[in-house]
């Protein structure tokens, strides 16, 4: 299963874009890659996944690099709500669906007034 | 629409004993996996579970098992609690098991082992 690789911690001010960068260097040509967040004592949060183009849905953006070995979440006007552990993930494919997410520690996003 | 549901909340038990825990899928959908999160580290998957049948097991001992029902509810049980079977364990509901299938979480049962 591919690895991936979040900074642990990031700040952003409340209005501005939140980046949320991602190595995933040994990703396979057919796993996606997810991003869910987990707010304080709650269940994670599907955001939003992608295999090759960009994506954009009404919570964020998934930038991907053209040899997929990077990836970017962005939160556009991040609000104080937004604060939360942010997992990339890379869903293991093909032949081998079993559901399974694998979570690394995540970025912790702390967005400050 | 009601989301994922996991009962109880809370739950206090101690060390050799052992803890049924539950959880309700979104209507309409058939997987349930299970995950463990130890505070401070993210979610690991335990099992999951499509129409009734085993399809994935994550590094657990054998103490660790669950099935589904017909109605695709689910329970996960632990035997001979240890110590270090206090975490969050939290479920998940998707229609399917494939790769475009989101995964939905509940909220939880926080499990403490004294």
């Known amino acids: 299963d591919a690895k991936t690789t979040q900074p642990p911690s990031m700040d952003c001010a409340e209005g501005r874009a939140a980046n949320l960068p991602c190595n995933h260097s040994t990703i396979s040509g057919n796993e996606y890659v997810y991003w869910y967040r987990q707010i304080h004592s709650q269940g994670p949060q599907y955001i939003i996944h992608?295999?090759?183009n960009n994506e954009t849905n009404e919570m964020a953006s998934l930038i991907i690099t053209e040899d997929r070995k990077s990836s970017t979440l962005i939160l556009p006007h991040a609000t104080l709500r937004d604060t939360a552990v942010y997992y990339c993930?890379?869903?293991?494919?093909?032949?081998?669906?079993?559901?399974?997410?694998?979570f690394g520690q995540g970025t912790t996003l702390q967005v400050k007034p | 629409d009601a989301g994922v549901t996991q009962s109880p909340t809370h739950l206090i038990k101690t060390r050799g004993q052992h803890v049924t825990l539950r959880c309700s899928p979104i209507?309409?959908?058939?997987?349930v996996s299970w995950y463990q999160q130890v505070l401070g580290q993210g979610p690991q998957f335990i099992f999951q579970y499509y129409e009734k049948e085993e399809r994935g097991r994550g590094n657990f001992p054998d103490r660790f098992s669950a099935r589904q029902f017909p109605n695709y509810s689910s329970e996960l049980n632990v035997n001979a609690l240890l110590l270090g079977d206090s975490a969050l364990y939290l479920c998940a509901s998707s229609l399917g098991t494939s790769d475009y299938n989101e995964q939905f979480f509940g909220p939880g049962t926080r499990l403490t082992v004294l």
């Open positions: 993930i890379v869903r293991p494919g093909g032949s081998s669906n079993t559901g399974k997410l694998i």
């Open positions: 209507s309409g959908h058939k997987s």
């Open positions: 992608g295999l090759k």
